[in-house]
């Protein structure tokens, strides 16, 4: 079992270097979306960006704690992760218990905050055209999107730009509400299974911490409390 101070000390160097890489494919995965063009809404990337730099930031803070044996930098180091699990296992269990209907709502109203670039992103990436086929009035939705991918423009119609926007439109492709759906489905329940499993890390580095803060370095004959 894993419990003098050098295994721990290396077991908590390993977990840190972990995260360190995790928060490198997080930023290289945005700049590279971003720069190939395939992430449009800046908001989005900065997003990503944003959470591989914070995880960044803990690693390292794990990291000189666990080399210097530092006491203040583990404890703090302890309490970023500790209230880390706590929102992250809470969000976690709620993306594996949303029902249907509440997805929808929230899709409905993501919608309607959304940036019309992350509109763009959604519509280009599933084919569709506009969130429902049909708005609380009975008049197509046509109006609540930006211009939609020329495959859904019908053979007729020359301007693109313009294509399945306005009521009498004719489009080829379906709206964006049934393939969003499945879409955040699946993704819920990814991210409810990624968020649980990091939580969980994020618990083996806390109890980690925790030992080898109070642990003596027999090397140099010390404890620390």
Sequence with gaps: MCGGFTCSKNALIALNLVYVVVAGLLIGVATYGETASIITSLPVVGGIVACGVL???????????????????????????????????????????IQPDQQKRLLDNGWE???????????????????????????????????????????NVSDTSSCCMGDDAQCACNSCVDELGKAASSGLRVSGGIGLFFSFTEIIGFVLAYRYRNQMNIAHGQILE
Excluded: E, R
């Excluded at 509109?119 to 599933?126: E, G, L, T």
């Excluded at 609540?144 to 020329?150: R, S, V």
């Design 55 to 97: 995880l960044l930031l803990i690693a390292l803070l794990g990291l000189v704690g666990a080399v210097k044996h530092h006491q203040v930098v583990l404890f703090f180091y302890m309490l970023v992760l500790f209230l880390l699990f706590l929102i992250q296992f809470s969000v976690a269990c709620a993306c594996l218990a």
């Design 113 to 155: 905050l959304a940036h019309p670039d992350v509109k763009s992103d959604a519509q280009n990436a599933f084919h569709c055209c506009g969130f429902n086929t049909f708005n609380n009035t009975g008049l197509p939705d046509k109006q609540q999107h930006p211009a939609c991918p020329k495959i859904c423009c019908p053979s």
